[in-house]
Each structure stands twice: as structure tokens, then as C-alpha cells.
């Protein structure tokens, strides 16, 4: 009974371990501006520039092609505005290390939006993207980790920063000292 018990122990942990993986997106306000600010926003240039460690020019190829298609559809107003997207959070890991281990990859910078005819700031944020994973589920998807990345870093400038106007120039408390 004893070694029964044991085998499903190890084999549940080898299950686990070959389907562990989860992601989450973090933002904040640098420089928050007004609602009828931001829903003027139309986003006609995207800049990036990578300021890690290790130059990586498969990151700032996939990040500029993933922010010009998702701002497109979601930076839709009236005002030309120029996003520059400046990383300062990224290190390449080692898949095959991993599988056991287990890692973590983040992808984080700050998005300003300018405006292109008269340069005045239209919000400053930072937006980071974590993804933490192990076994062979995450293997497989951190194989292709800068598209990944890149793909959610641009959804969650749109979906928290644009769509929702999550972030404005003067947000409701969370919480209060009442």
C-alpha cells in the first residue's frame, strides 16, 4: 500500500511539473493625463528602444511589429501621436534548464505618447509583463518567448492604458483612512 501510495505521489508531482506555467501584466502611472485626453490618442508612429544589458534586436523587431498591429486597433482618436517605448526589463532564459527548475521571464518599460504636432505629452506608464513557467507545457511556450511577450506587452498597453482608461489623471482610492 505504502509504495502504491508513493507512485501516485511522484506521479502527480511529474503531472504537475509537466503543466506548470501562469502570466500576469503590472502597470503605473508616470505621468496620468485626462480621460478626453487620452481618447484622442491615434497612434500614426511607434518607437521602441531597448535599454538592457544585452542588445536583442529579435526584441525590438517583434515589439515594434506587435505594438504598431495592436495600437491600430485599439489608439483610434483624432490626434497623431507618436508611442516610444523605452525596455528596461528583459533576460533571455534557458529552456531547457528550466523544464525542471522552473523560471521566470519579464518584459517590462515605460510607453509615452506624444503628441506629433506639438510634442506635448499625452501619459507616461509602465507596463511590465511576467511570465513564470516550468515543465513542458511552459517549455513549449517560452520557445517562442519574445513573440509572446511581445504580443501581451502591446495587449496590455491597449487593454490597460487605452481601451479601459484605467489609468487617468485622477483615479479613484482603493481604499480610504475614513
Known amino acids: 500500500m505504502y509504495c502504491r501510495n508513493s507512485v501516485s505521489v511522484v506521479f502527480l508531482g511529474m503531472v504537475c511539473l509537466l503543466l506548470a506555467a501562469c502570466a500576469s501584466s503590472d502597470l503605473a502611472t508616470v505621468e496620468p493625463v485626462s480621460r478626453g485626453q487620452m481618447s484622442t490618442v491615434r497612434v500614426t508612429k511607434v518607437q521602441v528602444a531597448i535599454k538592457t544589458p544585452r542588445p536583442n534586436p529579435q526584441l525590438k523587431s517583434a515589439l515594434t511589429r506587435e505594438l504598431t498591429a495592436q495600437l491600430a486597433t485599439c489608439a483610434r482618436g483624432t490626434t497623431p501621436h507618436v508611442a516610444r517605448v523605452v525596455i528596461n526589463e528583459f533576460e533571455e532564459k534557458n529552456v531547457a534548464m528550466s523544464i525542471v527548475t522552473g523560471d521566470d521571464i519579464e518584459l517590462g518599460g515605460i510607453v ?37 511577450l511581445s504580443r501581451d506587452f502591446a495587449k496590455s498597453v491597449c487593454n490597460n492604458v487605452l481601451k479601459d482608461r484605467a489609468v487617468l489623471a485622477e483615479p479613484e482610492p482603493i481604499w480610504s483612512f475614513q
Do not use: H, Q
Not at 505629452?121 to 519574445?146: D, Q, T
Open 112 to 148: 509615452r505618447f506624444t503628441n506629433v504636432a506639438s510634442g506635448a505629452p499625452a501619459g507616461e506608464y509602465y507596463v511590465k509583463e511576467s511570465f513564470f513557467w516550468g515543465g513542458l507545457e511552459g517549455a513549449a511556450i517560452m520557445s517562442n518567448a519574445i513573440k509572446n
